[in-house]
């Protein structure tokens, strides 16, 4: 499977952003699927997770009621809104996927992430 992220660009405080990741081969809907994000100078830190049907999410708390993670499964795509932006969301967007037919923990606690994609820069200006 490969990932490739992308819709990052630059939005001003408060506002809103969808990313999107695309997702290679047939056995996308086998992975739970991931959202990631690196400040500079900072680590990577779990951002939100979705299982491979789509019914259980779980996120971070500090993006919980702001991101909302989805996918389809037809598409081979995932997607996290992101709302009410603030500059502290800055940061290097990644997607992955977690082991096949694993499920979401492995994300949450980073044990089994078979596939990351490239990131993608949000800046968000205050």
């Known amino acids: 499977v490969q990932l490739q992220a992308c819709g990052g660009g630059l939005v001003q405080a408060g506002g809103s952003l969808r990313l999107s990741c695309a997702a290679s081969?047939?056995?996308?809907?086998?992975?739970?699927m991931g959202w990631f994000r690196q400040a500079p100078g900072k680590e990577r830190e779990f951002l939100a997770a979705?299982?491979?049907?789509?019914?259980?999410?779980y996120y971070a708390d500090s993006v919980k009621g702001r991101f909302t993670i989805s996918r389809d499964n037809a598409k081979f795509t995932v997607y996290p809104q992101m709302n009410s932006l603030k500059p502290e969301d800055t940061a290097v967007y990644y997607c992955?996927?977690?082991?096949?037919?694993?499920?979401?923990?492995?994300?949450?606690?980073?044990?089994?992430?078979?596939?990351w994609g490239k990131g993608t820069l949000v800046t968000v200006s205050s």
């Open positions: 081969g047939r056995t996308f809907s086998r992975y739970a």
């Open positions: 979705i299982s491979w049907s789509g019914g259980s999410t």
């Open positions: 992955a996927a977690g082991r096949e037919d694993a499920p979401i923990i492995v994300l949450i606690k980073r044990d089994g992430i078979d596939y």
